[in-house]
């Protein structure tokens, strides 16, 4: 077999462009779930001056706007850092 190619090392062009984006797509979901989870913990220290202070007529869509964002920080954040 002294005849034949080697090919180690050797990688199709396809393989060769996967790593960057996996990482890219990772790096995402990565960043997705650290917005998620501090969102998450620091969303509710926003609810207190908002009820106390009061928006008018719409505090109460005020703040079931900001229960809908603290749910949706809550599921983006859930698996961050989660081995």
Do not use: D, N
Request: proline share 7%; aromatic share 8%; charged share 5%.
């Amino acid at each position: 077999m002294t005849g034949s190619p080697s090919t180690v090392g050797r990688s199709s062009p396809a393989e060769a462009e996967s790593p960057p984006q996996a990482a890219h797509s990772l790096s995402l979901t990565q960043s997705i779930r650290w917005l998620g989870f501090w969102a998450a913990i620091v969303l509710p220290a926003v609810y207190l001056p908002v009820l106390s202070l009061g928006i008018g007529t719409h505090t109460g869509a005020v703040f079931l706007g900001l229960l809908g964002c603290q749910l949706l920080a809550l599921l983006a954040g859930h698996q961050y850092k989660r081995s």
